[in-house]
């Protein structure tokens, strides 16, 4: 269960859209931003908090992944109370969209090393 590329994308874009509701202010198109940009950054954190697991633990993955996001969510709904819901959203979104595209970046390790076509124990 690789979710790191679509992670990748949603994170910065639900940033974008949390960036955009606060520039546009009130209205209708703010509102389908605030939701819009919520799905997409739950999508991101989803990755992030899953590739903190080690893959072979599906399970774990999924269970960390939802986890991560409400944690996220609970720390801004803590910093909520101390200003502008829409100011802290969406630098939370801008914050969350950073870390998805440079945390869920491809894993140097993920290069599969050259073929060899020689024999197992030529060298």
Excluded: T, Y
């Excluded at 590329?5 to 940033?15: D, I, M």
């Excluded at 991101?44 to 993955?61: C, E, H, K, P, Y």
């Excluded at 959203?89 to 993920?110: H, S």
């Amino acid at each position: 269960m690789d979710v790191r590329p679509l992670a990748r994308v949603c994170g910065p874009l639900g940033g974008v859209c949390w960036l955009a509701r606060w520039v546009l202010g009130d209205g209708v198109m703010a509102d389908a931003l605030q939701w819009a940009g919520l799905l997409l950054l739950f999508v991101g954190m989803f990755g992030l908090g899953s590739a903190l697991v080690n893959r072979s633990a599906v399970w774990l993955q999924a269970i960390v992944g939802v986890a991560f996001p409400l944690l996220v969510w609970s720390v801004v709904e803590v910093l909520h109370a101390s200003g502008d819901p829409v100011v802290i959203n969406a630098v939370a979104g801008v914050l969350v969209g950073v870390a998805c595209a440079l945390a869920l970046g491809p894993d140097p390790g993920d290069e599969k090393p050259p073929r060899r076509h020689a024999g197992a124990h030529a060298r």
